[in-house]
């Protein structure tokens, strides 16, 4: 079992760069897949980015982006301080929502998978993140 908590977020304008991390505590963080989510008010949770569990001992597993960020956002791990981060740069209005991260112990392969929701268990509280001029 994990418990995740964010950091970072805040007020961005278009155009602009912001990173959140997520830590965890427990143990075998690196067999846990991580991914972040986002939710804008009055729409659905929508996964951006995840990462999965290491395919091997301090070998990173894949990656995985909505089509909304891919290009634009990058997720990276960081198992040795049990975080994952979020480097979001080129922000757009669009962009702005609470965002969740999320883990759970996966054995998908696909970027469906990965970024569903229904998949994951562990959730921190979210972090505020507004893109506006």
């Known amino acids: 079992q994990v418990q995740l908590e964010e950091s970072g977020g805040g007020l961005v304008q278009p155009g602009g760069s912001l990173s959140v991390s997520c830590t965890a505590s427990g143990r075998y963080f690196d067999h846990y897949g991580v991914a972040w989510f986002r939710q804008a008010p009055g729409k659905e949770r929508e996964g951006v980015a995840a990462?999965?569990?290491?395919?091997?001992?301090?070998?990173?597993?894949?990656?995985y982006y909505s089509v909304s960020v891919k290009g634009r956002f990058t997720i990276s791990r960081d198992n040795s301080l049990n975080t994952v981060y979020l480097q979001m740069n080129s922000l757009r209005p669009e962009d702005t929502g609470v965002y969740y991260c999320?883990?759970?112990?996966?054995?998908?392969?696909?970027?469906?998978?990965?970024?569903?929701?229904?998949?994951?268990?562990?959730w921190g509280q979210g972090v505020q993140v507004t893109v506006s001029s």
């Open positions: 990462i999965a569990a290491d395919v091997d001992e301090g070998v990173l597993g894949p990656t």
């Open positions: 999320a883990a759970d112990r996966l054995l998908g392969v696909t970027d469906g998978y990965y970024l569903s929701a229904l998949n994951y268990d562990y």
